[in-house]
């Protein structure tokens, strides 16, 4: 196949945001390296949070972090892959050399921090990735297709990542906050962990997927006969004040809260009552690349089935306007 020498995509710059550009540089893989050509790529609400809410990572580059795509050339030391592999980035881009990456949480990388796929480096709002370092990628099972495989880099990873990280296990009760692209995704891995879920969300529309999706409970607000401290684990998927303080009320004793969501900068914790039940709250960011492995492993089984809609990736800036909005349910995914 003929590789071109420019392509489209959409950079971010801190000073005007995220613009179409049409003539980024297709560049050559050196010797370890590898050329993806994008399949696919998803809109996550973390890119609206970095676009309008001044969540700070990085400066001029290409935007989307969930990325699916076929190597189009391999460079001459590269062993892992070869030409026509279809693959998935490992958002966080871990080095994978350092003491935290080789005690096995490479999402936490403190090397690679700010400089993630799609999110401080270049990512998948284009049509070719020049991916620096081959180990962050993986292979795509051969019955999960490069959409489905797009959203799970990152809306099943990272809820799977949390729920694993909480412990859910058959006999957990775990609250849902939020139903979005991260959401559907989540509610599907605790039915498949064994849980029972229940899931709130502001919208009808996404209780409605919920209930599809096999959510035991579903609610646009908590009902006043659920008691507090009924839940095992909360993980919050919106993440400001409001539903963080719900996750507090809502776990038992001993239970976790895992704010997933990051609607917020900055959030508070009533001490009082968390010392005195000794509540756990857990940080959770990504996945690792074992994780995103596992994460196939249940989509190449059945599973968790991703709820994904295509689009052209030149129709983005209107998309990200439907994500602000809440005017679709799931994911978005675009072809470049
Ligand atoms: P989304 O917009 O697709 O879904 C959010 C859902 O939450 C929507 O259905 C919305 O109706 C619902 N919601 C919003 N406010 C609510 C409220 N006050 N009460 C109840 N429901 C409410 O977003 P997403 O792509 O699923 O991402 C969810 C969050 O997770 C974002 O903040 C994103 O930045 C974050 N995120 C974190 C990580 C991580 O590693 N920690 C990774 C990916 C995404
Ligand atoms: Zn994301």
Known sequence: MTIPKTQYG????????????????????????VLLKIDAVGLCHSDLHVIYDG?????????????????????????????????????????????????????DCPHSAGKWFGLG???????????????????????????????????VLTPYHALKLAGVRPSS???FFGAGGLGVNAIQIAKAFGATVTVIDKKEKALDVAKSLGADAYYTKIPEDVEAGSFDVAIDLVGIQATFDECQ????????????????ARLSFDLGDLALREINILGSFWGTATDLKESFELASQGKVKPKVREAPLREL????????????????????
Not at 21 to 26: A, L, S, T
């Open 10 to 33: 959409f950079v971010y710059t801190q000073a005007n945001g995220l613009n179409l550009k049409e003539d980024i540089p297709v560049v050559e893989p050196g010797s370890d390296e």
């Open 55 to 107: 969540l700070a990572v990085g400066d001029n580059y290409v935007m989307g972090h969930e990325i699916a795509g076929t190597i189009v050339k391999t460079g001459s030391k590269v062993t892992l892959f070869k030409d026509n592999d279809r693959v998935a980035a490992v958002g966080p881009n871990p080095c994978g050399d350092c003491t935290t990456c080789r005690t096995g949480f490479e999402n």
């Open 121 to 155: 480096v270049d990512g998948g709002y284009q049509q070719y990735l020049l991916v620096k370092r081959p180990r962050n990628l993986v292979k795509i099972p051969d019955n999960v297709d490069s959409a489905d495989a797009a959203a799970i880099t990152d809306a």
């Open 173 to 175: 009760n775990v609250l």
């Open 249 to 264: 009320k809502y776990v038992k004793p001993k239970g976790v809260i895992v704010p997933v969501g990051l609607g917020a």
């Open 317 to 336: 800036p209107e998309w990200i306007i439907k994500l602000k909005n809440g005017e679709y349910e799931g994911r978005v995914v675009f072809r470049p």
